[in-house]
């Protein structure tokens, strides 16, 4: 069964560990971060954005597919899935499909209708028992069409958005969706413990999880980061291990082109990678 994400990130952040937030894309990504959790015992955050899931058919089919593979893998780990980056509508279609967690992302209105907002989704989802993220400062690089240059953000507004009830919050401190370019500062360890300071038991959250140095990430959650999402580094490893069974003609021996031999090594591929950011996280054995 689906569960809010609101407990597990509270003892993340006071066991000082991370639970990671996997992006899925389709089956092959469902089930590979599925399987891995159970394996090491380590709770997971299903994320969904917008455009994921109009790709795999609207948020009812994600949902179905979920609680399908919840039960038939016999997965007893605690799984929250996750709207990451929703709009307003967004987050109303996604309460309605059967998610157990949301992000609204009002980080591009003015602070005033981005606190409105939030406000009202608390009401909505504290009714319903989901989790519910909120983010302050836009987050760098570019995610389904939103750009932002990885500002900031301002502590004293993370705090008002913080008191409002909301579960967990997004704070930009710098770090940026996609690959990290060759000039990018890092972290501001600086803002994320202003943050920190001034809004207390919240776990906070580190989007952009992909290329940020491992020493970086472990100073992040002793700072209070909680959940860390990753997505492009899947992409990538799922990418590359495609490529090379193509490059080396194994789509043309036998049966090789049968979509089930040609995914999996996609699939072993992001089952490695989110095992190495779970163990990294701490979250193996928190289960």
């Not at 009830?165 to 000039?183: C, S, T, V």
């Amino acid at each position: 069964m689906l569960v809010s994400a609101a407990e597990m990130l509270k003892k993340a952040k006071a066991g000082h560990y991370a639970v990671g937030q996997f992006n899925i894309n389709n089956l092959e990504w469902t089930k590979a971060v599925l399987l891995t959790a159970q394996e090491n015992n380590s709770p997971v955050i299903l994320g969904v954005s917008e455009g994921a899931g109009k790709y795999m058919a609207g948020y009812k089919t994600v949902v179905g597919m979920v609680n399908g593979m919840l039960e038939e893998l016999k997965i007893t780990v605690p799984v929250a899935l996750h709207l990451d980056h929703g709009s307003y509508d967004a987050c109303y279609k996604c309460i309605e499909a059967g998610f157990s967690s949301i992000m609204f992302d009002g980080s591009h209105y003015p602070i005033e209708e981005n606190i409105e907002k939030t406000k009202e989704l608390v009401k909505v989802c504290a009714e319903k028992g989901i989790s519910l993220e909120a983010e302050v400062g836009s987050i760098g690089g570019e995610e389904d069409g939103v750009i932002g240059m990885g500002e900031c953000a301002d502590p004293k507004e993370c705090k008002a958005i913080a008191d409002l009830g909301i579960d967990f919050l997004a704070a930009g401190i710098g770090n940026i969706h996609g690959k990290y370019p060759e000039n990018w500062a890092g972290l501001s360890f600086e803002t994320l413990d202003a943050i920190q300071q001034l809004t207390g038991e919240m776990p906070l959250v580190l989007h952009g999880g992909t290329g940020i140095p491992t020493d970086m990430i472990k100073k992040a959650i002793d700072l209070g980061v909680s959940k860390i999402n990753v997505n492009t580094e899947c992409q990538l490893s799922f990418a590359a291990a495609t490529r090379k069974y193509v490059e080396e003609g194994k789509d043309q021996q036998g049966k090789g082109y049968d979509p089930r031999k040609l995914l999996a090594p996609g699939f072993e591929a992001i089952k490695e990678t989110v095992k190495e950011k779970m163990e990294i996280f701490g979250s193996v054995g928190k289960a």
